[in-house]
Nanobody, 121 residues
């Protein structure tokens, strides 16, 4: 069992930055950030594996960076050049077993409660 807790969300102007944090109880091979707007399907944002393979959604490439703090059970999502369309609730997730389909929410087993990000024009 893996417990995850997100933090760092808030309100920001378009073009601004936020850094989200995900504190987790144990590290797994495949971990990721997702986001969801009410009424829409959960969308993969970024993922990272223990061998440092990263994957990003096309919509955030060049603006978002996923990373781990060395020696700490914390995963970050640095979000720069934020856009109104980035507004969503952001969730971190972990897969229970080896293997990774990085932006497919269906293969993840453990989820945090999410943190809200709101971007205004």
């Amino acid at each position: 069992q893996v417990q995850l807790e997100e933090s760092g969300g808030g309100s920001v102007q378009s073009g601004g930055s936020l850094r989200l944090s995900c504190r987790y109880s144990s590290k797994r091979y495949c971990m990721a950030w997702f986001r969801q707007v009410p009424g829409k399907e959960r969308e993969g944002v970024a993922s990272v594996t223990t061998d440092a393979t990263t994957t990003y959604a096309d919509s955030v490439k060049g603006r978002f960076t996923i990373s781990h703090e060395n020696g700490e059970n914390i995963m970050y999502l640095q979000m720069n050049s934020l856009e109104v369309d980035d507004t969503a609730r952001y969730y971190c997730a972990a897969r229970a077993t080896f293997g990774c389909a990085p932006l497919n929410f269906r293969i993840f087993d453990y989820w945090g409660q999410g943190t809200q990000v709101t971007v205004s024009s």
